[in-house]
């Protein structure tokens, strides 16, 4: 069946700018999670969804990001005045469960701030 | 595509042989363990899970290890092939933790 479906793959944006970056999970999974890869390091952990609801957004850097999931399935990650850090590949991924099962990742999207 | 992972750890082998990466766990609280595979341009990919109440669990050409007296992880590939060709992490998670907690990855090279 069809993975995890992230769009669009690549953004150049400028600095200062705002991006939205899209998400569709597997149908049928209740658990959404947001992760950034910066080059050279593992996925590290942003928000998680349960449904609707952000369950944990511990993991997103500071208030320019924002994430929603408003009918419990396709999620857009929302960026608002993009600086250079923030360039990375900005991984989705979806699980049956959530908790304690493994999650499926989309390809990513590679987010370029210059 | 762009690689993932330029100064990563990098473990070589011949096809055919098998291989073994490790992995040291931070939490000694973890209870849930996955290897994860990932080639250039693309997301991670399951490869297979283990929870703690267990110490070894076998796939299809895949062994994983867990030693949690060592907080230790290993994933072991049977007659390696050219497509293992990849940068595998071990991620791990706790509890009702919602996160996966990713290591630094090591990248597998296959040589013929």
């Known amino acids: ?3 995890v479906s ?3 793959s690549n953004k150049v944006t400028e600095k200062g700018k705002y991006v939205e970056l899209r998400c569709d999970p597997i149908s049928g999974h209740t658990a959404l999670y947001w992760y950034r890869q910066s080059l050279g390091q593992g996925p590290e952990f942003l928000i998680y969804f349960q449904g609707t609801g952000a369950a944990d957004d511990s993991g997103l850097p500071n208030d320019r990001f924002f994430a929603v999931r408003p009918e419990g399935s396709v999620s857009t990650l929302k960026i608002q005045r993009t600086e250079r850090g923030d360039s990375a590949v900005y991984l989705c991924a979806s699980s049956h469960k959530g908790l304690n099962s493994p999650l499926h990742f989309g390809n990513g999207t590679r987010l370029t701030v210059t | ?5 330029l100064h990563l750890p ?9 291989s073994i990466i490790n992995c040291a766990y931070s939490n000694s609280a973890s209870d849930y ?5 990932q080639e250039s341009g693309k997301g991670p990919q399951f490869i297979i899970d283990i929870r703690s109440n267990m ?4 796939g299809q050409r895949v062994t994983v290890l867990l030693n949690k007296t060592v907080k230790h992880l290993s994933l072991q590939i049977a007659a390696t092939q050219p497509g293992d060709s990849a940068v595998y992490f071990c991620a791990e998670t706790f509890g009702t933790a919602s996160k996966l907690t990713f290591g630094t990855g090591t990248r597998l090279q296959v040589t013929l």
């Not at chain 2, 595509?1 to 992972?5: K, L, M, T």
């Not at chain 2, 990098?10 to 098998?18: A, I, K, P, R, W």
């Open chain 1, 1 to 3: 069946g069809a993975g």
């Open chain 1, 6 to 8: 992230q769009t669009p």
């Open chain 2, 1 to 5: 595509g762009e690689s993932v992972g």
């Open chain 2, 10 to 18: 990098t473990l070589s082998v011949q096809e055919g042989d098998n």
């Open chain 2, 33 to 37: 363990f996955i290897w994860y595979k």
């Open chain 2, 55 to 58: 110490d070894k669990r076998q």
